[in-house]
């Protein structure tokens, strides 16, 4: 299973960004994929989660910001980013599992064996 991240840019505070998450070689039928993110200095956190039946989940801090959506194909999930703010500055990983859904993994990390490179996000004051 690969998983490779995409769309990471330098903005402006208040710019937009879609991150595309393509997971290939994955051969269940259900799954949890979350978008987590890691500033310097700072541990890494989780953004945005996504189940295979369409429920999402987000952080407090980007709630009404960010909206995390599948493409055309189950295997393209997009994290859109509005509003972007300086604090959400930080490589953005994409991560999978096997699970039937999120419910309280969207926050752990270690949980997801399928994870990509990730993709910079730096957003300017």
């Known amino acids: 299973v690969q998983v490779v991240e995409s769309g990471g840019a330098s903005v402006q505070s208040g710019g937009s960004l879609r991150l595309s998450c393509e997971i290939s070689g994955y051969a269940y039928t259900y799954y949890c994929v979350a978008w987590f993110r890691q500033a310097p200095g700072k541990e890494r956190e989780g953004v945005a989660s996504?189940?295979?039946?369409?429920?999402?989940s987000y952080a407090d801090s980007v709630k009404g910001r960010f909206t995390m959506s599948r493409g055309d194909t189950k295997y393209t999930l997009y994290l859109q980013m509005n509003s972007l703010k300086p604090e959400d500055t930080g490589m953005y990983y994409c991560a999978a599992d096997r699970l039937y859904n999120c419910d309280g993994y969207a926050n752990k990390w270690s949980r997801f064996g399928y994870r990509g490179q990730g993709t910079q996000v730096t957003v300017s004051s």
């Open positions: 996504f189940d295979l039946n369409q429920r999402t």
